[in-house]
């Protein structure tokens, strides 16, 4: 269960860093340059950060309690496969879906 | 007139937002389902997405708060998701950099993804329009997107209720981040920053209070930098020769 004050300093925290972020510039920095390695390492933020989240719940899925089991992998893939080659998230989404509905369907 | 002018340039921001529609209700209706999934109220999942307003981020800070990692850690992880958000900011500066303060404000609060997406790419074939066009298309777009994102948030919670949990529901948040991560994979580098991500949260899953996944970010993101350093200095060498 999450607790709740832990929630709302999340919720908070977060809102008020994600706004400085947007805000970091248009309101504070101007027009002024930022060293270029400080932007070529903000480019690769989210593909980075993403992945990183994502491996260890493909792998090793809290559904199972952590065991590693083939339908949600194989479902991973295609998600992921559909994304990168059509570039349409909610097409991959619903593929994804599908494929494991109807793989815990048949075979849960 | 100026006014009318801002206002063809709104009208057009709206018609350009109007297409995300097809992302953003189904992300956040089940984002507003996961919400309710962990426990969260109604209220609590609307302010989610009211206070934060960055779907992708939202998740993640989900996922870390049900494996009830510690508030740093979600906090880090969840902002370097976000980090990218920096970047718009940057980029629109130029564009919109001149407004008053407060406008200045209210354009950051709706610099999501798709806002982003849209300005950047109209700034570039309008280039001779005023700040306060700019302003005024930077609203249209948001208009579609972000009161839906949270109507989309307050739907999800309410039917997430009556939804049967159980059948793989817990893989729902990572079907949702593999979708996104596809079409984010536009160059090499961006291939790369994600392999050693995935390698390095892998291997370092072992490490407590969820640390892999910073560890493995900061190697993805070193990983990605580094390769387009090298990939640009090549292409440099081989315009010389």
Known sequence: MIDTGTLWIVIVGLGLGSFGMRFLFLGLVGDREMPP????????????????????????PRGTGGEFEPVRFVAALVTFAVGYWSKNVPAAMLTGAAVLGLGLGFLG | ??????????????KDGLPFLLVIVPFGMLFGVLATEAGLSVFEALSFSVVVIAGASQ?????????????LIILASALAINLRMAMYSAAMTPYIGKLPFWKRAVAAYFLVDQVYACAALDYERHP???????????????????????????????VGGAISTGY???????IAFLAMIGPML????HVVAALAAVTGSLVF???????????????????????ERRLEARSAEGTRT
């Open chain 2, 186 to 189: 536009r160059t090499p580098a």
């Open chain 2, 59 to 71: 998740f993640a800070a989900l996922q870390l708060l049900q494996d009830q990692a510690p508030v």
């Open chain 2, 1 to 14: 007139m100026a006014g009318s002018d801002v206002m063809s340039s709104y009208r057009r921001g709206v």
């Open chain 2, 128 to 158: 001779a329009e005023s700040a306060a066009q700019r302003f005024g298309y930077f609203l249209g777009v948001a208009t579609p997107i972000c009161p839906v994102w949270y109507l989309a948030t307050i739907l999800g919670a309410l």
């Open chain 2, 168 to 174: 793989g529901l817990d893989f729902a948040l990572p």
């Open chain 1, 37 to 60: 390695w400080v932007l070529r390492h903000l480019r690769y933020t989210a593909v980075a950060v993403l992945p990183a989240l994502i491996a260890p719940l493909v792998i090793w």
């Open chain 2, 205 to 227: 899953a072992w490490l407590p209070f969820n640390l892999g996944l910073i560890v493995g970010g900061i190697i993805g993101m070193v990983a990605g930098a580094e390769t």
